[in-house]
């Protein structure tokens, strides 16, 4: 997808469309907060002191992500992407929150059901993510070297703290809000620092 500025595009206007939908359902929410909950998943307010440390949490995560590469060697086998798929991964964040931090979550069942779904869905989640994994005109391919297992890693932990946003005790209404907040932060700072080590390029 990275290299098909259709699929990108579309793509994009797609999770526009989800993101409008889903503040619309926040709108709503805050115009009737009594009224029982209806439209998307976790379209309900949360404190700022809750977006604060979904931010802190994720600049962590990636902090821990860079300085690990570093450490590692693997700096220099960073995939390259263009200026409009850097613009698509603030918009897929939103998609995927609602999908994973939304729906794919058990509730109701009690903690160990739930911590059991976050890992689970969590592992589903870095597992989808390219790096194990290839796929393109040669066909399908694995990739387990050390940077795939790395990225898979970091993607896994970045999944469950995007969970711990949606589930801990400082966002009361279970918002979505935090985990937008929390993975922009994480996508765009991956896209900054990408852009500093020269692996941007291109408009699309």
Known sequence: MNEN????????????????LWWTDLQAHRAAP???PTGLPGATPAPARALWIAAGGAALILAFETLGELALGIAGEQSRITLLFGFYTLVAAIIEEVIFRGYLVIEGRGRR????????????????????????DDGFALNLTLKGWWSFATVFLGSLWFYACRFASWNPSRSLLPCFVAHLTKNLGVFLIKGAQGFVGGAW
């Open 5 to 20: 500025p259709v699929a990108l595009v579309v793509m994009g206007a797609i999770g526009l469309y989800v993101a409008w």
């Open 34 to 36: 009594d009224a029982p």
């Open 113 to 136: 059901a739930l911590i059991a779904g976050v890992i689970g869905a969590s592992l589903l989640f870095a597992l989808i993510h390219p790096f194990l994994w290839k796929w393109d």
